[in-house]
């Protein structure tokens, strides 16, 4: 509908502009929800932005736009009213959103996708952790934003391609391997001083004693530099099999796992830095090899390349955005943590020196979160390795709670996630809230089946009997879900489609518990019907929505 109400409003904006003579390109035409029912289902600000382009006041252009109703179709539109000094309010046929409410029965599992994308291929990259440790909660959010926001835009009719980028190369990778080694020096009764900075907690030990089990003491003779890589590639390896289990038991899955070590190995890091020295990018100062980005926007060039030969991770970095560049996505989308906030310029720098156009690469932040139970925070301290882990979290609340509190706040605030609230069953609980409307409908069908009376198909039901004000309201949040699809889409923000669902099931909610679905009157049957036909859409919707976020649709709770 806003669709429609959208290429009206442009088609009147042109008209005008020939009746007036004018010609200029119209400014964007921007079609919302008025915030308060009385103001209508849409509205539109064009008047009052384009009455400077059109000379004239944003009265006479929202006059002129009205004017438009007589001779561009717009039949679904049952009155304007003109707002203020230049808001154009559009109010709806109420036939309008019955139709619309038949379409989810025609369309069912497939409602709400849409072809916005055309296809074009998209690349998500998302958690990307180093293989140093388990994932914490910070990861597990950024798991989830980047995945829905896949779902989403594969929804949208784009098409994506999920990828984690494995950091197993650098001074990172052989702290693991030396903090592994000392442990397992040490079960082996050797006194190894463990490495400053080095990686502690229980899975160090773990991993240790695990290749003391199945290697023996075989290690414990060598020097630690030829023991070394065999400690590194066991332990990252043993590592990132728990993240991909993890991930795995959070719904999170990746078309492909791209190792930087494979940059390496190809030569890429240095076919990269050669091509840009053959652009003329590259140049030595202080012995060291610098890039200049800052002909590209950035606030200063970056180092390639130390004085000591060894690259630094943006080399890798621009090595591995140099693949996708080549593997031909039209569109890059990097998911990081909220402390790389001032790491896109430089890698939009990269992409507009290597020819592209920088909007090809998009940024979604994810910011920290904080764990509370009872209100209390819950120490999170990575001193000594004690942090608490996403598996320690899914364990306690459940993947459906924890992939729903995760998007409970844009992904660029920080959050504070309540573990005892995600335990309750009760409508305080965001999700059971949610996962409850879709049970209550499932049981208001089973109730209809016991007594006979099967969910209508579209022209079995007479939609006009629904006609009180909360069965409109909650149509038209029924049917405004491929909309929400193509808003979450457009402004990568998947945390819309939890405000969304949040929203439409207060509706329903509140509405079951002053109406009567499946009456016991017989007189009442066409009413029945129709409102176990609104339902039908309603769960529908649901069960779209919450199998785009991730989360099971229970029939029983």
Not at 305 to 321: E, L, R, W
Not at 381 to 400: H, N, Q, W
Not at 452 to 471: K, N, Q, R
Request: proline share 4%.
């Amino acid at each position: 509908m806003k669709t429609r109400v959208y290429q009206f409003v442009k088609a009147a904006a042109l008209s005008l502009q020939d009746e007036m003579g004018v010609r200029f390109e119209l400014p964007d035409i921007i079609i919302e929800h008025p915030k308060r029912r009385e103001y209508g289902d849409f509205s539109t600000n064009l008047a009052m932005v384009a009455a400077p382009l059109f000379k004239t006041s944003p009265l006479e252009i929202a006059k002129g736009i009205i004017a438009r109703k007589n001779n561009i179709p717009c039949g679904f539109i049952e009155r304007f009213e003109i707002a203020g000094p230049g808001f154009i309010n559009f109010f709806i046929e109420r036939n309008c959103w019955y139709e619309l409410l038949k379409e989810v029965y025609l369309k069912g599992a497939d409602y709400g996708k849409s072809k916005m994308g055309r296809g074009a291929e998209v690349q998500v990259e998302f958690v990307s952790a180093n293989p140093t440790g388990p994932l914490h909660v910070g990861h597990g959010r950024g798991a989830v934003v980047g995945d829905v926001l896949a779902r989403i835009l594969s929804f949208a009719g784009y098409s994506v391609s999920k990828e984690y980028y494995i950091n197993d190369v650098g001074n990172q990778m052989n702290l693991l391997g030396s903090s592994v080694y000392a442990r397992y020096m040490n079960v082996f009764g050797k006194d190894v001083v463990f490495p400053d900075n080095g990686y502690r907690g229980d899975y160090i030990l773990d991993i240790a004693k695990e290749i003391a089990e199945k290697e023996g003491g075989r290690f414990a003779s060598l020097p630690a530099e030829e023991a070394l890589p065999f400690f590194i590639e066991y332990a990252s390896g043993s590592i990132l099999k728990g993240i991909e289990l993890d991930l795995k038991d959070f719904g999170v899955t990746f078309d492909r796992w791209f190792s930087e070590k494979e940059l390496f190995k190809g030569g890429k890091v240095e076919k990269t830095i050669d091509k840009m020295r053959s652009k003329g990018l590259i140049y030595e100062k202080d012995g060291a090899l610098w890039f200049k980005t800052t002909l590209f926007g950035d606030d200063k060039d970056r180092v390639l390349k130390k004085a000591d030969g060894s690259t630094t991770y943006f080399a890798s970095d621009i090595a591995y955005h140099e693949d996708k560049l080549e593997r031909g996505f039209e569109r890059i989308i990097d998911v990081w943590g909220a402390d790389h906030h001032g790491y896109k310029p430089r890698i939009e720098a990269f992409i507009k020196a290597h020819g592209e156009d920088g909007k090809k690469l998009d940024v979604v932040l994810v910011q920290l979160v904080s764990l509370l139970r009872g209100g209390e925070k819950v120490s999170m301290s990575t001193r000594a390795g004690e942090f608490v882990t996403l598996r320690d979290v899914i364990d306690e609340v459940g993947s459906d709670a924890a992939r729903f509190f995760f998007l409970l706040r844009k992904s660029d605030a920080q959050l504070e996630f309540d573990l005892e609230l995600a335990k309750k069953q009760t409508p305080e609980n965001p999700v059971f809230y949610v996962q409850y409307a879709y049970a209550r409908i499932c049981s208001i069908f089973s109730v209809a089946e016991q007594r006979g009376i099967a969910v209508p198909s579209f022209d079995e039901a007479d939609l006009a009997l629904l006609s009180l004000d909360e069965e409109i309201e909650l149509i038209k949040s029924i049917t405004m879900y491929p909309e929400m699809i193509e808003s979450c889409a457009a402004g990568l923000a998947p945390h819309h489609l939890v405000f969304y669902l949040q929203e439409l099931v207060s509706l329903f909610h509140s509405y079951y518990n002053k109406n009567r679905v499946v009456s016991e009157q017989p007189e009442e049957m066409p009413l029945t019907l129709a409102r176990l036909f609104m339902c039908g859409a309603l769960k529908t919707v649901i069960k779209n929505a919450l199998g785009v976020l991730g989360i099971t649709a229970p029939e029983k709770m």
